[in-house]
Nanobody, 115 residues
Framework: QVQLVESGGGLVQAGGSLRLSCAASRSIFSRNTMGWYRQVPGKTRESVASITSGGRTNFSDSVKGRFTISRDNAKNMVYLQMNSLKPEDTAVYYC?????????WGQGTQVTVSS
């Protein structure tokens, strides 16, 4: 049973924007803090943004001021708006609950930022 499906990645030039979407199952999403994570090959997965069920947000220092996170509680959806993208933002992006559920990672969506 697929529980997390990410989409919206792609290739973009530095300075550009992308909007990622995550469709989550109710069991994962409902009344829980959700987060976006990213991983570069050879490195550990890192958290970049989170949002509580009430809409309180938190961002890593590396994306603060450039990324925004939002959620649609009626649709079990989480979004990541990424602006002013940099080559170092290149990674596979995943969503999950925060703290994450180890068995629930989706396939992720690749974001590639060219310089």
């Amino acid at each position: 049973q697929v529980q997390l499906v990410e989409s919206g990645g792609g290739l973009v030039q530095a300075g550009g924007s992308l909007r990622l979407s995550c469709a989550a199952s109710r069991s994962i999403f409902s009344r829980n803090t959700m987060g976006w994570y990213r991983q570069v090959p050879g490195k550990t997965r890192e958290s970049v943004a989170s949002i509580t069920s009430g809409g309180r947000t938190n961002f890593s220092d590396s994306v603060k001021g450039r990324f925004t996170i939002s959620r649609d509680n009626a649709k079990n959806m989480v979004y990541l708006q990424m602006n002013s993208l940099k080559p170092e933002d290149t990674a596979v992006y995943y969503c999950n609950r925060q703290p994450y559920l180890p068995a629930s990672w989706g396939q992720g969506t690749q974001v590639t930022v060219s310089s």
